[in-house]
Structures are given as structure tokens and as C-alpha cells.
């Protein structure tokens, strides 16, 4: 009598790490829009978003503002914007 095959037994596939898991989370919650994505300052690593973020806004001439963007924790400078008003 031929002897039957044994089945392997089926591979289980690895555990997520908790740092794996609290990233698929985090990324779930933004794609389903239950969490507003943000943004990372680049000098100290602080994590922003635009209600966060700290603004300065200046008349440079009668007819132009800027707009200086900077990170509330380490007051870094991220960016700014320029517009033309009409008087």
C-alpha cells in the first residue's frame, strides 16, 4: 500500500509590529478622511499641519503682502507668499 503524502503544514504569515500597525492605522484614518493629513517641520521634526503652523503677515508696499509661514515649536522658517492687492 503506497503511503499518502503528509500536508505541510500551512505557513503562518509573520505578526505586524506595533510600529506597523500604528502606521497602517495612521494611514487608514487619512485616506477614509477621519484624520487631516499634515506635514513635518524639517529642522526639528515636529509634525504641522495649516491649523498649527504660525504665521506673519506684512504690507511690504501699499499694494503687496507676504505672508511668512514658520513652525510653532522651533520658529524655523518654511515659506512665504507673495500677493498683489488692489487699492
Known sequence: MPRAKKKKPAKKKPERSSAVQRIA???????????????????????????????????????????IYYCPSCRAFLGVSSWHTEG
Open 25 to 67: 492605522v495612521r494611514v487608514r484614518a487619512r485616506l477614509h478622511g477621519e484624520e487631516r493629513g499634515g506635514f513635518v517641520c524639517p529642522f526639528c521634526r515636529t509634525e504641522l499641519s495649516w491649523e498649527s503652523v504660525k504665521t506673519s503677515e506684512i504690507e511690504v508696499t501699499i499694494y503687496v503682502r507676504e505672508k
